[in-house]
């Protein structure tokens, strides 16, 4: 499921895209701060630079090419300063504006942000609201026809100021329900996409709040309270598939007939969040596109944009970025000592340390569903993952399936697990005396008198967690299927060799 990560991002480049938005300009003038005003009680800014970046639907418009993604942005510009620097932006970066309409009726959306020593003081908003006039909106609709049915994916990214009108939005619904792309909406409303045919929508925690009317969620973590509401926000959206991002908290992505998927993100204050939705939706519509399965696709564009939120202002995540995030090897440590001395400032900083080991054979939803349970009991998750020698003497001949390498690989794609550390030893003992964690997780098809290393954990001052096991998920159960299959297989063959025409 997971293990073919860099796979789906290597076609990326191969996929058209379709975006349909509002552009913006995102403007920052930055400086320095050392006095007040005399007019008035307000801190005086000496600007030092300005930085102009493409903004809202431009934004996912640069994050979509810079991904690789073959890029047809639509939409519309006042015919003023701020719609040539946008134009020019998205041209440096890889954008073509040949779907970039100018109104002289319009101006250009802008937010001004005015910065002091890395904090945002305040920020100005500009532009036309209102819908775009008929003649522009027929140009979208023709383009947008003539788009479609070429496009490996169509992306909607409506902030509410007038390029997505009810006739263009009719236009979707008519050109989806002929053609079935991926279709993934980033609305501001996204009730008004309820009957197109969304492939996925994306949401933050505050617009689904407003979807679910909802105003107070009674002090719960809010990935909790939306676990909750699975079933509602995909009433209410009518998409196949719904992404909650939650800034620095990752994101919670519901599907239907299948459990809640959590991803996480490195804490980050939420000034830097800026245009890390537009990163999540244009790697959530590619990695769609490339047919990965939903978890992959949540991991995919929680990485992107866990990219972005590491860097400064409105930005975006490449390719190449989004490739290194999945360099494994960054997860992995060999030596158990040189792990605990990396987890010593963490300590000092009150993180709490979570255990698990197992020998994740095939990963299945079982192993997904308790390793992110046990992220959620501290802030850091190790995963010991047994050697290939110990699998055998734990699992018999024939195991593991697939080798220490090739298991890690697919475990470090997993935004819970922090890190990763293969150990030789039938139990954990080691490793627990090396590490302390705080808490050790366990499957509740285990009890304490099966785990030999339960005493050290308890002298250590650390607790056990046995978590819900889900047995129609084990990896045993797995392989006695594929058993039972090709039994089914065997018995047939000789019925079939000896049908008519077989055998020729």
């Known amino acids: 499921m997971l293990k073919n990560l860099q796979s789906f991002i290597k076609l990326f480049p191969q996929l058209k895209v379709t975006l349909i938005g509002d552009a913006m300009l995102d403007i920052y003038l930055e400086g320095t701060s050392n006095r007040l005003c005399r007019e008035a009680p307000v801190p005086i800014v000496e600007v ?130 002929r053609f079935r792309k991926v279709l993934v909406a980033d609305a501001k409303d996204l009730t008004a996409y309820r009957e197109v045919g969304l492939t996925a929508v994306k949401p933050n925690f505050q617009e689904a709040l407003r979807l679910l009317k909802v105003s107070d969620w009674g002090g719960q973590a809010r990935a909790d309270f939306l676990a909750g509401q699975q079933e509602k926000l995909l009433e209410l959206t009518g998409a196949s598939l719904v992404a909650v991002t939650l800034d620095c908290e990752g994101a919670l992505v519901f599907e239907r007939g299948q459990p809640p998927y959590r991803t996480y993100a490195c804490p980050n204050p939420n000034s830097r969040a800026a245009g890390a939705g537009d990163t999540f939706a244009g790697a959530l519509t590619l990695a769609l596109a490339a047919r990965a399965e939903t978890p992959a696709a949540a991991e995919l564009a ?55 080991n197992g020998c994740f054979d095939i990963l299945h939803p079982g192993h997904i ?57 039938l139990t954990p003992e080691k490793l627990i005396k090396t590490l302390r964690p705080a808490v050790v997780v366990k499957g509740s098809n285990y009890r304490r008198e099966m785990m030999p290393e339960a005493s050290l954990v308890e002298a250590q001052g650390g607790e056990i967690q046995f978590l819900p096991y889900l047995p129609e998920s084990s990896t045993s159960g797995l392989f006695e299927r594929i058993r039972e299959v090709l039994e089914e297989i065997k018995q047939a063959e000789p019925l079939s060799a000896g049908l008519p025409g077989q055998g020729q």
Do not use: H, W
């Open 369 to 425: 569903n308790l390793l992110n349970r046990a992220k959620e009991l501290g802030d850091i998750l190790i995963v010991a993952v047994n050697a290939d020698s110990t699998v055998e003497k734990l699992k018999g001949p024939g195991r593991p399936i697939n080798p220490l390498m090739d298991r890690l690989k697919v475990l470090a794609a997993l935004s819970c697990i922090d890190y990763l550390v293969p150990f030789e030893d």
């Open 302 to 356: 929680s990485a992107a944009a866990a990219v972005v939120v590491n860097k400064e202002g409105t930005s975006s995540c490449s390719l190449e970025e989004l490739k290194e995030c999945f360099q494994s090897e960054q997860k992995f440590y060999a030596s158990p000592a040189r792990l605990a001395a990396r987890l010593k400032s963490p300590r000092l900083a009150g993180k709490r340390v979570v255990f698990t």
């Open 48 to 177: 030092e630079r300005r930085t102009d970046q493409p903004g809202g639907a431009a934004n996912t418009a640069v994050n979509l090419a810079g991904l690789g993604g073959q890029v047809n942005f639509l939409s519309v510009v006042g015919g003023d300063t701020e719609g040539a620097i946008l134009q020019e932006c998205l041209k440096a970066k890889g954008v073509s504006t040949a779907g970039l309409f100018v109104s002289r009726q319009r101006r250009t959306l802008s937010k001004q942000r005015i910065m002091a020593a890395g904090q945002m003081l305040v920020r100005f908003d500009q532009g036309s609201e209102g819908p775009v006039e008929s003649k522009l909106e027929q140009a979208l609709i023709e383009r947008l026809s003539a788009l479609y049915e070429q496009s490996d994916a169509i992306v909607i990214s409506d902030y509410g100021y007038g390029v997505l009108t009810p006739r263009v939005i009719e236009t979707i619904e008519r050109l989806q329900a």
